[in-house]
């Protein structure tokens, strides 16, 4: 199964959240806390990454990362949950609620898409750290995940690229793969659940013109735009993120 952590009462509703390719649960650290105090927080390491890194990832691809969410919220016997995820956490999202939307409550899509980009950049990507290991990432992951400078001032921000650096690389290459096979562009319009994207303004990797075609192609879903922030939004605007994410869900 898959690691997980919980915070706050068992009392409250239920939200999960999913995180980046290259990042643990570790990444919603920041919010945990204040998220805490309003939800009983399900957060999850998808398999390759975090301590969930001893699971076989030859083949997978995004349903089954929905298989293992469901797993686990069936052995805490959790019926019903919101849920937000960022980038391929909310890849994810989009599939829980096109599988699973009797389970889902509210979904919150943060800088994601429902098609990442071309599969042959994930695919080379993914190649190459199978042959030359993870330490030629750090710099155009840097690049994606932050706006210029911020990295370098914040101590968080590189705990997290150190955390990417240390990941398994067959493991990260083989979510690699299944992050290129994605596209949920012609399921959007199934998605039946309340629905917020949350776009940053500055991030390169699935920028606000991407956002909107999802939030648009989603019945009733809204996007937020938060100026200031790259593709690991939660880490550069904390606040605004923060506040979406409690009053939505």
């Known amino acids: 199964m898959i690691h997980f952590a919980a915070y706050g009462s068992e009392g409250k509703p239920c939200l999960v959240l999913g995180s980046s390719l290259g990042t643990s649960g570790r990444m919603w650290a920041n919010l945990v806390p ?66 699973w939307p009797e389970r889902l409550n509210k979904l919150v899509l943060c800088c994601t898409t429902a098609k990442f980009g071309e599969a042959k950049a994930y695919q080379d990507r993914a190649a190459k750290v199978r042959r030359e290991g993870m330490a030629w990432l ?35 290459a083989d979510v690699c793969d299944a ?33 909107q075609e999802l939030a648009g192609g989603i019945p009733g879903g809204r996007l937020l735009i938060v100026n200031g922030a790259a593709h690991l939004g939660n880490v550069e605007r904390p606040g605004e993120f923060l506040e979406a994410i409690r009053e939505f869900a």
């Open 34 to 99: 204040s998220l805490a105090e309003t939800f009983h927080l399900i957060v999850f390491d998808t398999r390759g990454h975090g301590k969930s890194q001893h699971l076989p990832t030859a083949g997978i691809g995004v349903a089954d990362f929905v298989g293992d969410v469901i797993a686990l919220l069936d052995s805490l016997r959790i019926e019903r949950f919101s849920y937000a995820g960022l980038s391929l956490g909310g890849a994810i999202g989009q599939q829980l609620a096109l599988s």
């Open 138 to 172: 750090y710099e155009p992951t840097k690049a994606r995940w932050y706006t210029p400078g911020f990295a370098e001032e914040n101590a968080f921000a590189q705990e997290l690229l150190a955390e990417m650096l240390a990941l398994p690389p067959q493991g990260y």
């Open 179 to 211: 992050v290129a096979a994605f596209d949920a562009r012609g399921s959007l319009a199934q998605i039946t659940c309340p629905t917020l994207a949350i776009a940053g303004a500055n991030d390169i990797a699935t920028p606000v013109p991407v956002m």
